[in-house]
């Protein structure tokens, strides 16, 4: 049987921009569904980052990815959106009648009146260090993100990275981890140079080991258990490093995915769309978030809930042209109750 839906905005990501869409259409008494690839809401603050505090949410001086994920999921829930989880849009076509078709990967098919694409960097995928036998310890010895530090306790933890997710994991999992030794193939890492510089003492202080100038080179173990990770200098000499643990933070690589192919006009892999209504080069399709590039646009969530509330208004105007929108705080209107 075909699982067939009509609604008035399909929303494509369920990140934390996504999630806000679902909150301003429904102030506009538009309902959603929402579609997202992975099995959970939340984008890369669940995905990515659950138990990181955010300090730049307005009104919130701290709150970890998966506490704001909550409370977004929370606001929406009096508009009674429609998650559609674990399915990729594949299909977005535009019919006569000026509606669109979407249909994902597990065959969910929604007809939609308008289109808020909050797709962040589209298919995630996490760039792998090319190593012989990675794949089979994928899931159980080899992990390409947190998702709870506690996972890693009283664990031999390698480290493999430059970047802001190998310094921000390396500080958080020295607490926890048996051991943790952070790889890189220069003495310098490029994140923030506070965290940079807090790593480095704990390195003095013999807490944690920085390996570097190496670069991954072999792993060792038996069927999924790691043992040791292969690590090799320029002069091309080896060290095992013990291990039961590797996490690599190569970065995410951007895939747009079937967003590509879409017929949208794209600068550098981001949708192009105008800065105040958020509207892409096709009427009726919008873009917020991640996925979106405007003159001087920064990737922070905060920028992204603005976006939302403009989106959602430009999406009004082409769903319900008719229909005269009148500016009005939330103070006055209220939510409805459940
Ligand atoms: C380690 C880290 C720390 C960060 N810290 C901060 C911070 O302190 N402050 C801040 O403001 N920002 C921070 N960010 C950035 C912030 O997380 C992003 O700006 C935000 O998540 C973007 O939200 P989004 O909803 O646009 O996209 P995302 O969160 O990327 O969500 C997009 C969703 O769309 C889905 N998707 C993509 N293509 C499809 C498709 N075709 N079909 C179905 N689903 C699809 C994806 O699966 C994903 O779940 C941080 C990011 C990282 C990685």
Not at 255 to 280: D, F, Q, R, S, Y
Request: glycine share 10%; hydrophobic share 40%.
């Amino acid at each position: 049987m075909t699982d067939s839906h009509t609604t008035d905005v399909a929303i494509i990501g369920a990140g934390p921009t996504g999630l806000f869409a679902v909150f301003e259409c429904g102030m506009l008494k538009m309902n959603c569904h929402v579609i997202d690839a992975l099995d959970m809401i939340g984008g890369q603050c669940t995905a990515l980052y659950p138990e990181k505090p955010i300090y730049d949410i307005p009104a919130h001086p701290a709150i970890t990815g998966g506490d704001l994920i909550n409370k977004l999921e929370e606001q929406a829930a009096p508009f009674n959106p429609i998650y559609h989880l674990s399915q990729q849009v594949t299909k977005l076509e535009k019919q006569a009648d000026g509606t669109f078709d979407l249909e994902t990967s597990k065959g969910t098919k929604i007809n939609a009146k308008a289109v808020i694409i909050a797709a962040g960097v589209g298919a995630f995928g996490p760039n792998r260090p090319p190593l012989d036998g990675l794949l089979d310890y994928e899931g159980t010895s080899v992990f390409y993100m947190v998702r709870r530090r506690e996972d890693f306790r009283d664990k031999r933890v390698v480290i493999a990275g430059g970047g802001d997710s190998a310094v921000d994991w390396a500080l958080s999992l020295a607490d926890v981890a048996k051991s943790v030794q952070v790889v890189h193939r220069r003495p310098k890492f490029r994140a923030a140079p506070e965290s940079v510089s807090k790593m480095q003492q704990l390195d003095k202080d013999g807490t944690i080991e920085l390996v570097v100038p190496y670069q991954l080179e072999g792993l060792k173990g038996e069927g999924d258990q790691l043992s040791a990770v292969v690590v090799k200098d320029f002069d091309g000499n080896l060290r095992d490093l013990e291990a039961d643990v590797l996490l690599p933070f190569y970065g995410l690589s951007q895939n747009l995915g079937p967003i590509a192919e879409w017929g949208l006009e794209l600068e550098k892999k981001h949708l192009n769309v105008h800065p105040t209504t958020m509207a892409t080069s096709e009427a009726g399709i919008f873009g917020v978030g991640d996925i979106i590039t405007y003159d001087n646009k920064l990737k922070l969530i905060l920028c992204g809930f603005s976006e939302a509330a403009m989106a959602a208004r430009a999406a009004h105007g082409y769903a319900y042209p008719d229909e005269e929108l009148h500016f009005e705080y939330s103070t006055s209107m209220g939510v409805p109750s459940e």
